[in-house]
């Protein structure tokens, strides 16, 4: 529940740390909501606390570069759109 609690909007970002031992068995892993899975990546499970900031820099700084208005219209979707979506799925 925690987790959701960093992102607050669309255009909202945050760094999570999982620093439960436990979560770098799958089984545990795979419990979480699969919103949060598609950014788990298996290259950062058990990193040391200088590996864990090398990470955080690199998505900080990219993060921090700025968003041409057209892109980010293209990036979000609008109500409409996601009702389409949900009915294609069906």
């Given at each position: 529940?925690?987790?959701?609690?960093v992102i607050r909007?669309?255009?909202d970002y945050g760094i999570v740390i999982l620093a439960?031992?436990?979560?770098?068995r799958n089984d545990k892993r795979s419990k979480l909501p699969g919103w949060v899975?598609?950014?788990l990546q298996s290259a950062h499970l058990n990193?040391?606390?200088d590996a864990a900031l090398g990470v955080?820099?690199?998505f900080l700084?990219?993060?921090?570069?700025?968003?041409d208005d057209a892109d980010l219209k293209?990036?979000?979707?609008d109500h409409r759109t996601v009702v389409s979506l949900v009915k294609g799925r069906q």
């Open positions: 529940q925690c987790i959701g609690r909007s669309k255009i439960d031992a436990r979560f770098a899975l598609q950014f990193l040391s606390t955080l820099r690199t700084r990219q993060m921090a570069q700025p968003v293209q990036m979000l979707l």
